[in-house]
Antibody
Framework: EVQVVESGGAPVQPGRSLRLSCAVS????????MHWVRQAPGKGPEWVAG????????GYGDSVKGRFIISRDNAKNSLYLQMYSLRSEDTALYFC???????????????WGQGTMVAVS | DIQLTQSPSSLSASVGHRVTITCQAS??????INWYQQKPGKPPKLLIY???NLNVGVPSRFFGGGFGTEFTFTINSLQPEDVAMYYC?????????FGGGTKVEIE
């Protein structure tokens, strides 16, 4: 069974940085695209960033482009999200999500973690 | 960006009845639409991918269809455990986007 566990969420002041991590077990992590999807309290999901299986391609949502960087370490079965210049509107539960395919543009999020909370104030 | 408009935003129906949600895309998306179910305090769960394919382990009362800009999601014979938010999501064009969601309740 595939397990996805996020960590690194915390309260943080505006303008500061934070790094989220995600550990994936029970699957061939290196074969799949991965994503970060966030959900602000009481709102719908918002795609934040995606990365292909070999880190060859990445993509970002409009609201985080230029401030956030997604990366992965296949040797460690881990996904990361480096967040800079945090704003109050970045406050959300951040989910680490596995893609059905090797790219991140197949876009079907088939395995989700429970999320890690980032609170910017 | 591709905007996804879901309707209705909420609905209430009796157990055993059929409910249908629509998702309209602002641009042609081929069949690049997925549907998710989200219960309170839980992450979204993939139900339907590529507009009409049922994900593994998802009950067959869930059904998806459509192509281009108009998509539908149907629950045949609504069950109490289907109370949740439902979201469509497109992957035809970056950035990947979600619809605004539909809240499904039992009458």
């Amino acid at each position: 069974e595939v397990q996805v566990v996020e960590s690194g969420g915390a309260p943080v002041q505006p303008g500061r940085s934070l790094r989220l991590s995600c550990a994936v077990s029970g699957s061939r992590f290196y074969e799949y695209g991965m994503h970060w999807v966030r959900q602000a309290p009481g709102k719908g999901p918002e795609w934040v960033a995606g990365i292909s299986w070999n880190s060859g391609e990445t993509g970002y949502g409009d609201s985080v482009k230029g401030r956030f960087i997604i990366s992965r370490d296949n040797a460690k079965n881990s996904l990361y999200l480096q967040m800079y210049s945090l704003r109050s509107e970045d406050t959300a539960l951040y989910f680490c999500v596995k893609d059905q395919g090797s790219s991140f543009t197949s876009g079907a999020f088939d395995i989700w973690g429970q999320g890690t909370m980032v609170a910017v104030s | 960006d591709i905007q996804l408009t879901q309707s209705p935003s909420s609905l209430s129906a009796s157990v055993g009845h059929r409910v249908t949600i629509t998702c309209q895309a602002s641009q042609h998306t081929s069949n690049s639409i997925n549907w998710y179910q989200q219960k309170p305090g839980k992450p979204p769960k993939l139900l339907i991918y590529d507009a009409s394919n049922l994900n593994v382990g998802v009950p067959s009362r869930f059904f998806g269809g459509g192509f281009g800009t108009e998509f539908t999601f149907t629950i045949n014979s609504l069950q109490p455990e289907d109370v949740a938010m439902y979201y469509c999501q497109q992957y035809a064009l970056l950035p990947l986007t979600f619809g605004g969601g539909t809240k499904v309740e039992i009458e």
